[in-house]
């Protein structure tokens, strides 16, 4: 007798999706619960403090997404439309000029003065490689496990490799003037770790990458058009997506030969711990979130007064100053500390999509990275950072709407302490995250059950990549219940009656 579903996705953010999809795509009967009334998560676009206008609820710029292998595969990059700003991100400075990072890489190496032939050497190796290199560094194990029919760019891995390992400020310090040096400072900073900490240079290296590549998109009408066109496909391929369900345990849950996660470790453990190992369960309760995130949405009158006109040719803007001025950020947030001057990453969409806002209005974003759980407020101090580069900006304010870590939190749970990538990326939580073993680490002490959220590899960001490899195990584990090879309660190797009559049982 034969489950009513292969598979149950708990969670319906990028990567949960992702995983459902792949498993449909396979002709598994997939069923997808979500807690919210709609899909995405960090892909959510909600009305706006004022009326007419839109906000991207997390992520608005999805450089990874349009660069991922897995949406690239299956098509969703095709069903949205993208919209891109003239420069992928602009830099200022206290002196009223910008530095930007162009899609054209000559261009941006003219930007950097003396260092330009010091950033071109440190990019070309890679860039030669194309989006093949990031295929290949969104994977479980890069250089080892990889896509099938994919090419392995090795040479370029290793180049990537001998620089990415090092922490941010290795790299910083071969740059002699203060546009580049700030400028991957800035990069880097979006690890959330220490710029004196290893492997925070990937970080940088892989967003220069994406800008050159495939430049920092955003989506026309809000990042959540691309979980609409997951929902889409899934249900094209036969799934189902139920929303107000919300999984606390596994009672919850109605029969299938795999369960897929898209949680935190923590929720994990609530969910499905009975079923864990006790040496897994000490794993799990051992993994580290990052830092979390104070975020605050804006509506003003106008555009942005900015000081250095070319910061409103990018949709994205880093206010930090001197990459001393981000590393002592980053640094202080690490600690558990919260910085007077933090490193603000802002948001303005309308520079590639004008439709979010009515006329005369603009609506934008920023936040900071601040201490895990952090309950203060941090509208002072970004706000300060942002008129520092755009004096008059508070002035123009109509509407704001802030959210504290907790706030992301309550509204969903995975992001715990605020923490939106899903862990903190130091090198012990980099490949065995979050766990050491089993390995892959979409495995669980159970063998059927996976875990496909950012707390696995390759981590934070969209891409859908950890769904996408979640979801290759899990097919692994079905196809071998299907020949009859294995207990599903167990993993062992029984004969097919047997199986046939525990699935019944179950």
């Known amino acids: 007798m034969r489950e009513a579903w292969d598979a149950v996705t708990v969670g319906a953010g990028p990567n949960g999706l992702a995983a459902a999809l792949a498993l449909a795509r396979n002709g598994r009967r997939v069923l997808v619960l979500e807690r919210a009334q709609r899909a995405g998560w960090g892909l959510r676009t909600d009305k706006s403090i004022v009326p007419g206008c839109v906000h991207d609820h997390c992520a608005s710029v999805l450089p990874l997404a349009l660069a991922s292998p897995f949406f690239r595969s299956v098509g969703v990059i095709d069903r949205v439309h993208w919209c891109w700003s003239p420069a992928a991100l602009a830099h200022p400075f ?35 490689a194309g989006t093949v290199l990031l295929a290949a560094l969104l994977s479980p194990l890069p250089g080892v496990v990889r896509l099938p029919g994919s090419r392995l760019p090795l040479v370029e891995l290793l180049c990537f490799a001998r620089e990415g390992v090092r922490s941010a400020r290795v790299v910083i ?10 400028l991957f400072a800035g990069l880097a900073a979006h690890s959330t770790l220490p710029l004196e900490q290893a492997p925070s240079a990937a970080f940088g290296l892989i967003l220069a990458a994406c800008g050159h590549l495939v430049g920092w ?58 079923r864990f190992t006790p040496a897994y369960r000490r794993q799990l309760a051992r993994f580290r979130p990052g830092p979390g995130v104070f975020k605050i949405d804006w509506v003003i009158r106008g555009t942005v007064p900015w000081r250095a006109p070319e910061c409103a040719l990018a949709a994205t803007v880093h206010l930090g100053g001197s990459w001393e001025e981000i590393a002592a950020a980053e640094r202080a947030v690490s600690q558990g500390r919260m910085p007077e ?17 009515i006329p005369d209005y603009a609506v934008m974003w920023a936040y900071c990275h601040v201490p895990s759980g952090w309950d203060g407020d941090a509208t002072e101090a970004i706000e300060q950072q942002v008129e520092r580069f755009a004096p008059g900006f508070r002035e123009r304010i109509v509407a704001r709407r802030a959210w504290k870590p907790g706030d992301f939190e309550r509204a969903n749970p995975n992001l715990v302490g605020g923490d939106l990538s899903g862990g903190w990326p130091t090198l012990d939580q980099l490949f065995t995250r979050p766990a050491f073993w089993p390995w892959p680490p979409y495995r669980t002490s159970d063998p059927a059950v996976f875990l496909c959220s950012a707390a696995t590899p390759p981590g934070g960001g969209v891409h859908g990549m950890c769904g996408y490899w979640a979801a290759r195990w899990a097919e692994r584990w079905l196809d071998r219940l299907d020949r009859g090879r294995l207990s599903p309660a167990s993993g062992k190797p029984v004969s097919k009656a047997a199986v046939s009559a525990e699935l019944t049982a179950r």
């Open 341 to 357: 001057r933090p490193f603000v990453i802002l948001v303005q969409p309308g520079q590639a999509d004008p439709g979010r806002a």
């Open 173 to 182: 310090e071969h740059f002699v003037g203060e546009r580049a040096r700030a």
């Open 94 to 128: 206290d002196d009223g000029t910008a530095v930007l990072l162009w899609r054209d890489l000559e261009r941006t190496a003219v930007e950097l003065g003396p260092d330009a032939p010091r950033y071109r050497g440190l990019m070309k190796p890679w860039l030669s």
């Open 217 to 274: 998109p955003l989506l026309a009408g809000g990042t959540e058009r691309l979980a609409e066109a997951l929902v889409g496909e899934i249900e094209q391929h036969g799934g189902t997506v139920r929303y107000g369900v919300p999984v606390e345990r596994l009672d919850d849950l109605p029969p299938a030969r795999a369960l897929l996660l898209d949680s935190s470790p923590r929720i994990a453990l609530r969910i499905a711990g009975a």
